[in-house]
């Protein structure tokens, strides 16, 4: 999360000039977010981050020793990637001295590239604080802002990406693969983020445990199963992200915004929540809903999704509903610290919304074509979630993770089928994730 990382002070390592770094990551790129970096100071450091593009930088006594800069940008929120960096400075070409890997492809076009000198200590393996999920500039700062599986360092060896992943034979998708046989060396380590209460435990066997510093949470998001997040690219009128793409703020005076989810279904029965952190100073303007992919609030104007009566489906603070068939009065009001419930049916073509577990208009998701209480949408359309607001609203999405933000539900509801909500998901309705969407989409 957006203020966690996990840190170690490294022993005598096994070789200082060779080692692998793998980790699967989520989250966002639009930034500078530090996933794996070494410190003895701010003039001796080295870090491998995301500034939109994949980065390594490393100094030596102020003097810079490496700097690659991948011409490839990452831009896609709901995407887990692969991140493999892989040196060996005795390496006698400059190109071999530092190889990176995204989803087992090795990296070749760099719009900056400078190779460490033959021979050079990398400071992952000398230096005298390691931090996974931050990048140390003066003290600890850009944070990784997102999810981190099976983070791994191997401290000796320069490994191919095979040894931490491998080609799916049906789908040709690059998996996760467990790494076996791996001889970690002195300060390695493979850190599986199994135990909740202890995320820094090291499962390598060298009992290399990380300390974990701020709010940082166990997620069910995973490798072989993505959750829908917003968009940071398909977004109305730039509202900021946060909190791994599931945070929502429109700044104070900005006017209105619409944000829009990254998974997209065109059947099944879907549910997510979203919790009414601060509401914006206009209450009709803080919507919750779906939107339909031909919406006007997926082409970039710059205003509140809920406007678009042609093509959107919102719940409004005010106690409103806009969509096709223009805008009127539904259930009851909403504010700061209200949890609105979206389920919506696209077998039966009907949409439900609940606030803090209480269906509005006696809506029963349930109720197949029948559609009691339900609001009707276009049938055969592809529909995504999305949130509206205007100056200074705030939304925290929870899309099955069993997170607004960085704080847990309050008590779980049943029937989560595997994901983890506030309260009770409707018997036939799924989470948005990547699993789902394959089985019931």
């Not at 410190?39 to 490496?66: E, H, M, P």
């Not at 896609?76 to 991140?83: F, G, K, L, N």
């Not at 929540?273 to 339909?292: H, M, Q």
């Amino acid at each position: 999360m957006a203020n966690s990382y996990l840190t170690r002070t490294e022993s005598s390592p096994t070789s200082t000039k060779i080692g692998t770094f793998s980790a699967w990551v989520k989250g966002k790129f639009d930034a500078t977010k530090g996933l794996f970096s070494g410190q003895v100071d701010n003039n001796n450091r080295i870090a491998l981050y995301f500034s939109d593009t994949l980065r390594i930088y490393g100094n030596a006594s102020g003097s810079q020793t490496v700097y690659l800069i991948t011409d490839r940008v990452f831009r896609d929120p709901s995407a887990w990637y692969h991140i493999v960096i892989a040196w060996d400075t005795t390496q006698g070409t400059a190109s071999n001295r530092l190889k990176v890997y995204v989803n087992g492809e090795q990296v070749t076009s760099f719009s900056t590239e400078s190779y460490p000198a033959q021979d050079i200590a990398m400071l992952w393996n000398t230096g005298t604080n390691i931090d996974v999920g931050a990048r140390r500039t003066s003290g600890v700062a850009d944070y990784w802002e997102g999810y981190i599986s099976h983070a791994a360092f191997v401290d000796g060896q320069q490994l191919a990406p095979t040894v931490f992943g491998e080609t799916d034979s049906t789908s040709g998708i690059w998996k996760f693969k467990s790494p076996s046989g791996v001889t970690w060396g002195n300060n390695g380590f493979h850190l599986k983020f199994e135990n909740s209460g202890a995320l820094g435990t090291d499962s390598s066997g060298n009992s290399n445990t990380y300390t974990l510093n701020g709010d940082g949470r166990q997620g069910l998001d995973r490798p072989t199963v993505s959750y829908c997040t917003w968009s940071t690219v398909q977004k109305d009128a730039s509202p900021l992200l946060a909190r791994a793409s599931t945070q929502m703020t429109r700044g104070g005076g900005d006017g209105h915004c619409t944000v829009i989810g990254t998974h997209g279904v065109k059947s099944g029965k879907w549910y997510y929540e979203c919790k009414l952190d601060t509401a914006g100073s206009a209450a009709n303007a803080n919507g919750i809903g779906i939107v339909e992919s031909t919406s006007a609030a997926m082409k970039g104007i710059s205003h509140n999704a809920g406007d678009d009566s042609g093509a959107d489906y919102f719940y409004c603070g005010g106690g409103e509903y806009q969509g096709h068939g223009g805008s009127g009065s539904y259930g009851n009001t909403y504010t700061s610290g209200d949890i609105i419930g979206v389920a919506f049916d696209l077998d039966n073509n009907k949409l439900y919304f609940h606030k803090n577990g209480t269906y509005q208009n006696s809506g029963v998701p349930t109720s197949g074509s029948t559609g009691t209480g339900a609001k009707s949408i276009t049938a055969g359309e592809f529909f995504l979630p999305a949130c509206g607001g205007y100056d200074g609203t705030i939304w925290r999405a929870n899309f099955g993770n069993g997170y607004f933000g960085t704080s847990a539900v309050s008590s779980a509801g049943s029937n989560g089928n595997g994901s983890t909500f506030e309260y009770d998901v409707p018997t036939g309705y799924y989470a948005l994730n990547t699993k789902n969407i394959n089985t019931y989409g």
